[in-house]
């Protein structure tokens, strides 16, 4: 149990479909993050949510949607991805905000295939 | 600005033997530097955090790292490998906005080998 936990671990989808990818935090945090990992690619910040407003969006193409209903929830909605956008997407919470300084917490991780 | 470079893609050691993980840093200003590790199929786990206090920092593990302004470098040590300590291990430093946006190396990859 990491605390943040993401649904599913696997998903695969075709280009046309449209699949969300979840988050929950136990940990009573009030930040939150999207982030990709890709294959021999250093971490890439997709969004940052603090206190349920989303603080920063970096230049993520629209075919990603986040949604941030509560400070314990965090939702990726996908829609017509493209085969480069297979990656591991992790999610994570912090305490204090977005402070560079915080530690962050990290679920397991969805891996997305895109076919 | 901000970067970080892992001097290395890939170490192997011998269980019991010390382990040495490199990582250099360029920085406008006192930045927080972080180590975290990841497991096969896991998210990051964070290993241990400076943030202008001591300069050696111990963490999770038996880990530590060692901030060296004059060298901008922030390795991290163990004296002793084992066999769990194989995984991928990030070097990590602050960016320059207050916006929660850190600066991840590409990885260090640690084999342990029996």
């Known amino acids: 149990e990491t605390g943040v936990t993401q649904t599913p671990r696997h998903l695969v989808m075709g280009m046309t479909n449209k699949k969300s990818l979840k988050c929950e935090q136990h940990?009573?945090?009030?930040?939150m993050y999207w982030y990709k990992q890709s294959a021999k690619k250093p971490l890439e910040l997709m969004f940052v949510?603090?206190?349920?407003?989303?603080?920063e969006n970096n230049s993520v193409p629209s075919r990603f949607s986040p949604e941030c209903p509560n400070s314990s929830h965090l939702f990726l909605h996908l829609h017509t991805l493209q085969p480069e956008d297979s990656a591991l997407y992790l999610c994570?919470?912090?305490?204090?905000?977005?402070?560079?300084?915080?530690?962050?917490?990290f679920g397991n991780g969805t891996r997305l295939t895109v076919t | 600005a901000q970067s970080v470079t892992q001097l290395d893609s890939h170490v192997s050691v011998s269980e019991g033997t010390p382990v040495l993980l490199r990582c250099n840093y360029s920085?406008?200003?006192?930045?927080?530097l972080f180590w975290y590790v990841q497991h096969p199929n896991k998210g990051l786990q964070l290993l241990l955090k400076?943030?202008?206090?001591?300069?050696l920092v111990k963490g999770i593990n038996g880990f530590e790292a060692e901030f060296k302004k004059s060298e901008t470098s922030f390795h991290l040590t163990k004296p002793s490998a084992h066999m769990s300590d194989a995984a991928e291990y990030f070097c990590?430093?602050?960016?320059?906005?207050?916006?929660?946006?850190?600066?991840f190396g590409q990885g260090t990859t640690l084999q342990v080998k029996p």
């Open positions: 994570a919470s912090s305490q204090g905000g977005v402070r560079g300084d915080s530690p962050l917490h």
């Open positions: 940990l009573g945090h009030n930040a």
């Open positions: 949510y603090s206190l349920e407003e989303r603080v």
């Open positions: 920085s406008s200003y006192s930045p927080s």
């Open positions: 400076y943030t202008s206090a001591a300069t």
């Open positions: 990590v430093v602050t960016g320059s906005s207050n916006t929660g946006k850190l600066i």
